[in-house]
Nanobody, 116 residues
Framework: QVQLVESGGGLVQPGGSLRLACSAS????????MGWYRRAPEKQRELVAT???????NYADSVKGRFTISRDNAKNTVYLQMNNLKPEDTGVYYC??????????WGQGIQVTVSS
């Protein structure tokens, strides 16, 4: 059973920044594709960003130029740096892992609130 533990959420003012982290118990972490998803209030969960085992990244149009996904394979951790946050970025953010056998795991989710 893969465990994903998210951290770094919280309350921030519009224009502010947060960095989310997700630590994974899987091995080998370096072969996994990692992603961040979010669920805004009364909306379906949506893709925010993904990063492949080779470091290729993909972003939702709504966060391009503001968010950056990265990974540290030595620490089994994926990050989401979020800059210039907007109220519409508010939601529960989930870490996602797809291992080299395409098995998918989810974190428990962490709240991000952007409000003045």
């Amino acid at each position: 059973q893969v465990q994903l533990v998210e951290s770094g959420g919280g309350l921030v003012q519009p224009g502010g920044s947060l960095r989310l982290a997700c630590s994974a118990s899987t091995s080998p972490f370096s072969l996994a594709t990692m992603g961040w998803y979010r669920r805004a209030p009364e909306k379906q969960r949506e893709l925010v960003a993904t990063i492949s085992s080779g470091g290729s990244t993909n972003y939702a149009d709504s966060v391009k130029g503001r968010f950056t996904i990265s990974r540290d394979n030595a620490k089994n951790t994926v990050y989401l740096q979020m800059n210039n946050l907007k109220p519409e970025d508010t939601g529960v953010y989930y870490c996602n892992l797809a291992d080299f056998l395409s098995r998918v795991s989810w974190g428990q989710g962490i709240q991000v609130t952007v409000s003045s």
